[in-house]
């Protein structure tokens, strides 16, 4: 009883949750598709999925939200892929949600609108992956929600981790907690603070109204063109395409999820093999005590 007893914790020890390679090429197709890379982000190679979760509900990457929706903070998940060496439960993270305006803003020239930012976040293991904790972290500006004035569009709002190294520096404007929402240049405070890796990223869009200017179209990502496509039968990611932003609202709610990898999708990723070679094991060590 004793030696099936163990079962349970061999079974959880084995069944961390991991991002694929194909969940992590449709993270990347989807920031190129929706013009954040390079145009926001010079580069961007993800060593996880970020899972974000505003009042319980998961989204997907891109996904068209309400404002009432993204109104308050949301909880976010690393899922790590088996490689990554930049995920870890003692290092320190910078948290930021910015606003990049609608596809084709000229990011260099316009600035972003700073709606979250923390210094010295943490990550903490669990079963499904690591949550991002904010116990001894720094709230240097609290989350706003999204307001895009009417018919500018829909705007990106990106959420992203990165690695924050000992060497990390804040500028003196954006060192103190409680600094209000502001405009400021996003590459400038990457490259200047000394921030790390990116770790991992998300966005979604939301719009005010109708759009009464014109917004670039864009193309929605075509999982079968991704280089691991024919090897994702076992994948946590739907097939198909992945939508892209546009120049309309489709749902004046939160819109379905598309084909993108979604935070229920990866939640429930398990290393089922792993798990049945621990009962192998476990049933291997019963017989060999009974003498079977």
Known sequence: MFLLGLLPF???????????????????????????????????????????????????????????????????????????????????????????????????????????????????????GYSVGYDGAISITDYAGPGPAAGSGAHRYVILVYTQPSTFTPPANLSTAHTPLSTFSFSDYVSQTGLGNLVAGN????????ATVSVPSTTPVNTATLATASTTSGSSSPSGTSSAPSGSKTSSASSSPSSSPSGAAIKQTIGMGAISGAVGIVLAVVAAGLGL
């Open 203 to 210: 966005y979604f869009l939301v719009e005010n109204g109708v």
């Open 10 to 128: 061999l079974a959880a020890t084995h069944a961390q949750s991991t991002a694929s390679t194909f969940d992590i090429e449709l993270v990347e197709a989807n920031f190129e598709a929706a013009q954040l890379v390079p145009e926001l982000i010079s580069t961007f190679t993800p060593e996880g999925v970020l899972n974000v979760t505003f009042g319980g509900t998961d989204i997907s990457i891109g996904q068209n939200l309400t404002q009432d929706a993204v109104g308050s903070s949301p909880t976010l998940l690393v899922v790590p892929s088996s490689n990554a060496t930049d995920v870890s439960t003692s290092n320190n993270y910078t948290v930021m949600m910015v606003d990049a305006d609608i596809v084709g803003t000229d990011e260099g020239a316009t600035g972003q609108t700073r709606h979250w930012l923390v210094n010295n976040a943490k990550l903490v293991q669990g079963d499904s």
